[in-house]
């Protein structure tokens, strides 16, 4: 089994063999080639987030649009409700003032307005302000409604926050669930727990590969105890509730457990890697069941000897197992994105840029924010896009699709056009291919 797939783009592999002697390729990632916008940043103040719990049990983070979305497209987090249809919330007002707190509950299929009002009796401590949401008495078990929240602060008239809601049948199912999630992710960190583990997994040769990008539940047991990689957890895991079922034959809980890991190369050089791990658990009469599973892994990559070579872009562990580039007519130029990160290379002249850095420290992040290149010209240049959701900057809390230019010469970016959209970046990747194209020199 391999530590890693290394994506290598055949046409840089090409190009590379024909350039005489050893090729060093130089980083370029100065501040000059970043947004423009990206200097407003640190003016602005960042928007207040919402962590929302089941008990003590953390189930979902929240960011704020200020924008309307899709409801029906918004759904990275459920929020599972208690019997005593209490919901504990914490904001983190990220220096924001808060005048109100209201909530909006709709029906699922119609979209009919189910309830709404104004949560009272808060106060901010240290930028923290604790509440509890209080459902509805009329909503029902086991159905699922949305459920927004609309903060109004002082600077923003108001943010909105999505998700769905939905009332239990017991107030254990959903901590023993992720318990449970969580030991058996711990287990496959643990050898000795290999047993456990395979008592889980239904591996099938049909599906079998040897990238650690991605493991599921067909996989075998080796890819998904991580053997001979050896990694080690970095941070806290931090859960996200994503779907809730509640029948007559049990219920099922879908959660997403992310953190980081950091192991070492066979160069001795220590890398991190941003991991989202979906665990769907079926509890009947008391037992815990694994339905689903999978893992995502994506190096956080860095440009530096270790991953570029004179014939290869190691890409490392990654979910995607092939690239998308662009190369420019001359075949001087290569472009292309890995995880949210732009970067453009000077193949004759040995440098390579980055015009645009996500920086995701997390796999939600990834999944809300996306890039993807157009086209580079004979001389450098690049347009590409980011699509998705906007945390800061000019277009905090928006969401839609920027279109960048890239100035090789310069080593600036700028942004030329922002078009809105109620739709999350998962459905914009389906749609790409109809919303992006590259013409007589246009976007």
């Not at 809601?165 to 496959?188: C, H, M, R, W, Y």
């Not at 939600?364 to 590409?384: H, M, R, S």
């Amino acid at each position: 089994m391999k530590k890693k797939t290394t994506v290598v783009v055949s046409v840089l592999a090409v190009i590379l063999i024909a350039v005489a002697g050893a090729i060093v390729f130089k980083s370029h990632q100065d501040n000059t080639a970043q947004n423009n916008n990206q200097k407003e940043e640190t003016k602005m103040k960042k928007l207040p987030t919402i962590t929302l719990k089941y008990g003590d049990e953390v189930i979902g983070k929240l960011d704020g649009y200020t924008m309307a979305m899709d409801e029906s497209l918004m759904r990275d987090v459920i929020v599972p409700i208690s019997t005593s249809h209490k919901v504990p919330m914490a904001i983190k007002t990220q220096g924001n003032r808060i005048k109100t707190v209201k909530y909006e509950v709709k029906e699922y299929n119609n979209n009919s307005l189910v309830d709404n009002g104004t949560i009272e009796d808060w106060k901010e401590n240290g930028g923290t302000i604790d509440l509890t949401y209080q459902a509805s008495a009329i909503m029902e078990q086991g159905k699922e409604y949305f459920l927004k929240f609309i903060i109004e602060t002082a600077s923003d008239h108001e943010v909105y926050y999505y998700t769905r809601a939905t009332i239990l049948n017991g107030d254990k199912i959903v901590p023993n669930q992720i318990k449970f999630a969580k030991k058996f992710s711990e287990n496959t960190f643990n050898e000795e727990k290999s047993s456990d583990v395979a008592a889980y997994l239904e591996p099938n040769s049909k599906y079998a590969s040897d990238s650690l990008g991605q493991a599921t539940i067909r996989s075998t047991l080796g890819m998904v105890i991580w053997k001979t990689f050896r990694p080690k957890k970095i941070s806290d895991v931090v859960v996200s509730a994503k779907d809730i079922y509640i029948k007559d034959t049990g219920e099922s809980g879908t959660y997403t457990l992310n953190y980081q890991i950091e192991a070492t190369n066979a160069q001795k050089v220590k890398e991190k890697y941003n991991v989202a791990e979906t665990v769907t658990v079926w509890t009947f009469k008391g037992k815990n069941y694994i339905l689903a599973y999978n893992r995502e892994v994506n190096q956080i990559w860095d440009c530096n000897e270790n991953n570029v070579g004179n014939s290869f872009i190691d890409l490392g562990i990654q979910k995607q197992t092939t690239t998308v580039y662009k190369e420019s007519s001359n075949q001087q130029y290569i472009a292309y994105e890995i995880n949210g990160d732009v970067y453009v290379m000077d193949i004759i002249g040995k440098n390579i840029k980055s015009p645009y850095k996500l920086k995701a420290k997390s796999s939600e992040t990834l999944y809300k924010t996306k890039a993807k290149v157009v086209n580079v010209d004979d001389k450098g240049n690049l347009t590409f896009i980011i699509y998705g959701y906007s945390t800061s900057g000019y277009h905090r809390g928006k969401n839609g699709i920027s279109v960048m230019d890239y100035n090789w010469e310069k080593n600036t970016t700028t942004e030329i056009a922002f078009i809105p959209s109620d739709e999350p970046s998962q459905i914009l990747t389906n749609e790409m291919k109809d919303l992006c194209y590259k013409g007589d020199g246009t976007v």
